[in-house]
């Protein structure tokens, strides 16, 4: 037992490292310094050379001496820039990464509370015949293929509603009593995809921050009504840490 906890507790501790590490990255979570929808009309970005349109589903960027041509999720180095292709409900954006954002200079890590392994939870995964809409931050809403989350705890059934990834996982956006006051105001957390007979593991060691945590140029989920806790999750990752807390 000694062992299996000790070899959970290493693997947590790989996961957060990897996490705080993804943020604070030259081009990590936290150097996002906008988000531009692009169109047919040619437009200037801040920073960014040449002119940039949308078509066909890709980010054009023509200049001196350059011309890109990105798709979905392609990134290009621009100087000491980053820029990374976004695409959602048809729609073309091109998002831009800066190693100098304030939100990456004063980021040192990222707060979780113990891990503790009464936060883990068997649970079932079932298909949802019904679509599962997510309100965003921006005001889109997304449409998302739903499974039903079935858990226990402390003896109290809850289904939670997730969203099927195309690598057939399932992603939660959740909130509890701890938002404002010992974490942010919601949080994700993904489940591995579940096994032939639809049994997952619900580990809440593993929420995290959305990345809209690190800069306000991300556009994540809301969490849906039956996703708002009643009791409070002391589990996952709480607050940024930053150099003038």
């Known amino acids: 037992m000694t062992t299996a906890t000790d ?3 290493s693997d947590w501790q790989h996961w957060h490292t990897e996490r705080e590490t993804l943020a604070t990255d030259v081009h990590g979570l936290a150097a996002a ?3 531009h929808w692009l169109s047919d009309i040619p437009q200037r970005i801040d920073d960014v050379p ?8 890709r980010a054009i960027g023509d200049g001196t001496g350059f ?3 990105l798709g979905p999720g392609d990134r290009v180095p621009s100087g000491d820039l980053l820029l990374q292709t976004l695409i959602r409900a048809g729609e073309v954006a091109l998002r831009v990464f800066d190693p100098q954002a304030p939100t990456r200079t004063g980021l040192e ?3 979780a509370f113990t891990p503790n392994p009464a936060w883990v939870f068997d649970g079932v995964a079932e298909n ?3 679509p599962l809409r997510l309100d965003h931050i921006d005001g ?3 449409t998302n293929t739903g499974v039903r989350v079935r858990i226990k705890v402390d003896g109290r059934e809850l289904v939670l509603a997730g969203a099927a990834t195309p690598a057939g996982d399932i992603q939660l956006t959740f909130a509890d009593t701890t938002n404002g006051t010992e974490t942010q105001r919601f949080r994700f957390l993904t489940i591995s995809a579940p096994d032939s007979q639809g049994r997952i593991a ?3 060691n593993r929420a995290y921050l959305p990345p809209c945590a690190f800069s306000d140029h991300y556009l994540c989920p809301l969490p849906p009504p039956e996703n708002r806790l009643d009791f409070p999750v002391r589990a996952g990752e709480t607050f940024l840490r930053r150099a003038d807390r």
């Open 67 to 69: 011309h890109h041509e």
């Open 33 to 35: 310094t906008g988000t």
């Open 140 to 142: 889109f809403v997304s």
């Open 109 to 111: 890590g990222i707060d």
């Open 50 to 57: 040449g002119e940039w349109i949308a078509a066909d589903g």
């Open 202 to 204: 619900v580990d809440f």
């Open 128 to 130: 949802d015949s019904a």
């Open 7 to 9: 070899t959970w507790l």
